[in-house]
């Protein structure tokens, strides 16, 4: 072979033995199995990525709802509350005093528990002779 011609125009076509031709073969071959590998990866990424945007968007419209609903229930209670009217702080106080005299009241009872029991006679006033005899 006449290297002097080839010589003349490899740098238009490169220097491609059958070795390197071989080589480029199986690196080309590599090069589309890991294309069509990562078209097939990309595929299944945008099928999981539409399914994520599917089940956020419900997310979304279910809080939505909630919101709503708590703002409703929210804004209903209030005109509930208000229908009230404004309550007198002194009626308040007194409410809240007697509440606490009563619990202070009840804390000074005394329960008396097996007491027999007799036919024709009240238990009130089974009760009070017992309490004449202390
Ligand atoms: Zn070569």
Redesign the pocket.
Known sequence: MNFAVLLTIVKFTG???T??RESCKARFHNLETSHAKSAEEIASLSASLAGLQRDMHQLDDKLNNLFTTNTTNFQASAVEKSSYGTVDPTVISVTVHNTLQDMHRCQRNVIVSGFPEVDDVDDKITSRSFVKTI
Do not use: H, N
């Open positions: 220097w491609v033995c070795t390197c």
